[in-house]
């Protein structure tokens, strides 16, 4: 089977972001998880490593604030939630993270699917 040889356009014209329905029920609901835009990991990532320590302090609900949309794929977050996100549950938060590392490749279990 020949594979199609994609061209600019066919790139740029394509909505690939993932993003997964996850049930939150320390929230009584659930949220959109998507997918980072490359640009989005590029910032993530940067931010991961300019923090002045190497610890992870704030690691989940910045990924929380970078993956969790509306049905329209609009954030739902900024980064100006970030201290009420970190006083939220562990739990939810680290379900949220856990899904949007998923989501992101940014697992192994990620790389295997």
């Not at 690939?16 to 320390?26: H, T």
């Not at 590029?42 to 704030?58: H, I, P, V, Y």
């Not at 609009?74 to 856990?98: C, G, H, Q, Y």
Request: charged share 35%.
């Amino acid at each position: 089977m020949e594979t199609k040889v994609l061209g600019k356009l066919d790139i740029l014209k394509k909505k690939d972001l993932k993003k997964e329905l996850l049930a939150i029920p320390e929230w009584g609901g659930s949220v959109w998880v998507q997918e980072m835009s490359a640009g989005d990991r590029d910032e993530f990532d940067a931010w991961m490593l300019n923090r002045e320590t190497k610890d992870q302090k704030g690691m989940r609900a910045r990924l929380v604030i970078a993956c969790c949309v509306d049905g329209d794929k609009k954030p739902l977050f900024t980064n100006l939630d970030l201290p009420d996100l970190l006083k939220m549950s562990s739990k939810a938060v680290n379900r949220i993270a856990e899904k949007a590392m998923l989501v992101c490749g940014m697992t192994e279990e990620a790389h295997v699917e």
